[in-house]
């Protein structure tokens, strides 16, 4: 049962070399070259996707009447989360001996389904966006914060979230990304480079809405009209465990996209 999200990335990536041949990825196209039947239809609030294992063959389910268009970053993902359960070699053969690896609400606490679940999420990032492309892709940009992770959204086509949580899994440069609601904190990464720009500490983030926001301009994302705000703030802003001398001295370049139901906030240092 257990494999490394490295041996994840090295699994998508062999995959990616034997059957795909295009970037943006296609999971159709894997799907295909792997005799995989994918059908397409509605299926109420059931489910989003659905791998099946019948009379010898391995049939995908995507419900349209969640994903609304196979061709969109949620379809894609889930068609990719799908695609992991047949690759990695664990999940396949649960599938092949009838045991059920669907996941709801209700199986968060069965370590056993959240492993399995996790495991299809790493892989359905690591296919979308394979490491070695998307750490060339970044290194070619030469931008940081929020513009290159929309550039790296835009080429890969996956979420902005997506796109944001892999640029931290990958730890290409020093960061931190939250992802945020006015009531609490939804999800939040900080990159193993940053770590080491604060000689090690573990950086505990919270949510501060009356920050201050120097220096605060609106910038429009040229390729996709997306507009985001940027500004100056010192770390303590958002980190409440390192001590105030270092943090009240430590300033972040802060660009925030609000959206109607979240907010991503990428912070980098000031160079």
């Not at 679940?117 to 359905?124: K, L």
């Not at 640029?167 to 990304?177: A, E, K």
């Not at 465990?241 to 001295?249: C, Q």
Request: with cysteine; glycine share 4%.
């Amino acid at each position: 049962m257990e494999i490394s999200n490295n041996e994840i990335d090295e699994l998508a990536e062999r995959i990616l070399e034997k059957y795909s041949t295009c970037i943006p990825v296609d999971p159709l196209e894997i799907a295909s070259n792997n005799n995989i039947e994918v059908i397409a239809g509605s299926y109420g609030q059931f489910f989003k996707g659905l791998i099946k294992y019948s009379n010898g063959n391995f049939f995908i389910f995507l419900n349209l009447d969640k994903l609304d268009n196979p061709k969109f970053t949620i379809a894609r993902y889930t068609f990719s989360h799908e695609l992991g359960h047949y690759f990695i070699g664990t999940h396949r053969k649960k599938l092949k001996s009838g045991e059920s690896i669907a996941f709801t609400g209700k199986d968060s606490k069965d370590p056993e389904k959240k492993v399995i679940e996790d495991q299809a999420q790493q892989f359905a990032a690591s296919l979308l966006m394979p490491k070695t492309h998307y750490t060339i892709f970044f290194n070619q940009l030469n931008k940081i914060g929020f513009s290159a992770i929309l550039d790296l959204k835009i080429y890969f086509n996956v979420s902005i979230i997506s796109a944001a949580i892999r640029f931290i899994s990958l730890n290409l440069t020093p960061c931190i990304t939250i992802l945020w609601k006015e009531n609490g904190i939804i999800n939040k990464g900080v990159s193993q480079k940053f770590i080491e720009l604060v000689d090690g500490r573990n950086v505990e983030i919270k949510l501060n809405p009356d920050r201050p926001k120097l220096e605060e301009t609106t910038i429009t994302h040229k390729e996709s009209g997306i507009k985001y705000f940027r500004s100056i703030t010192p770390l303590s802003s958002w980190s409440y465990n390192l001590p105030k001398d270092f943090s009240n001295e430590f300033f972040l370049t802060e660009d925030t996209f609000y959206c109607n139901n979240w907010n991503l906030t990428i912070l980098y240092p000031v160079f």
